[in-house]
């Protein structure tokens, strides 16, 4: 079945560093791919994605390539902040027509970014 | 705020009781999802309704479970005889756009004691 890999956690980083979490995925045919962000307290929302090879998502200064010949969805940001500091979550969903666009979820990573 | 909203918020309860949980999905959308996450982890597909049809159940959804969306609007998910390891954040998400993108509301933070 469908599943993600992505960087165990936490990742402790200094504001503005660099940042990358690592997301490999297993599935059958051409699935979309997806990044959340989980802020305290907050329901998850949609950080960026890419539907089809080589498309690159991005958003508040982050980006993710999807990469079918590595099967990866790398989120990086050039330079992180405080309000930045916040779980992490990989995601794809296969589907076409009427079919179920589930999410199939990693297991998340904790990002906290001190001043 | 992606629109969604899920009540009540937070519910403690005793095992062996039934708890109801509650959402609203953003107006124009026809698909919803259930999710179910527990500590440390991602969430999990429970189960997805177009309009008021349930189509998909996984298998994590034992039969003490139900949903329904009367209407094709408000979802709700029941929860009998509540066990300690039902204990998670249920999370409900409400699909529209191009690329069936989700939109999830707060959750509903469930303890069983």
């Known amino acids: 079945g469908d599943s993600v890999t992505q960087m165990e956690g936490p990742v402790t980083l200094s504001e503005e560093a660099f940042l990358t979490i690592n997301c490999t995925y297993t599935?059958?045919?051409?699935?979309?791919l997806f990044w959340y962000v989980q802020y305290p307290g907050e329901g998850l929302q949609l950080l960026l994605k890419?539907?089809?090879?080589?498309d690159k998502g991005s958003n508040k200064g982050f980006e993710a390539t999807y990469r079918k010949e590595t099967t990866s969805f790398h989120l990086e940001k050039g330079s992180v902040q405080v309000s930045d500091s916040a779980v992490y979550f990989c995601?794809?969903?296969?589907?076409?027509?009427?079919?179920?666009?589930?999410?199939?979820f990693g297991k998340g990573t904790l990002l906290t970014v001190n001043p | 705020d992606t629109g969604v909203s899920q009540d009540p918020r937070h519910k403690i309860t005793k095992r062996g009781q039934n708890v109801t949980f509650r959402c609203d999905p953003i107006?124009?959308?026809?698909?919803l999802y259930w999710y179910r996450q527990t500590l440390g982890q991602g969430p999990e597909f429970l189960t997805y309704?177009?309009?008021?049809?349930?189509?998909?159940k996984s298998r994590l959804l034992s039969d003490r479970f139900s949903a329904e969306r009367p209407k094709g609007s408000f979802s709700t998910l029941e929860i009998q005889r509540t066990e300690q390891g039902d204990s998670a954040m249920y999370l409900c998400?409400?699909?529209?756009?191009?690329?069936?993108?989700?939109?999830f509301g707060p959750g509903t933070r469930l303890t069983v004691t």
């Open positions: 995601a794809l969903s296969r589907g076409s027509g009427g079919s179920n666009y589930k999410l199939t």
């Open positions: 599935a059958t045919g051409y699935p979309s």
């Open positions: 890419a539907t089809k090879a080589d």
């Open positions: 107006s124009e959308h026809n698909r």
């Open positions: 309704f177009q309009n008021e049809a349930q189509l998909e």
């Open positions: 998400a409400s699909v529209g756009g191009l690329h069936y993108e989700q939109y």
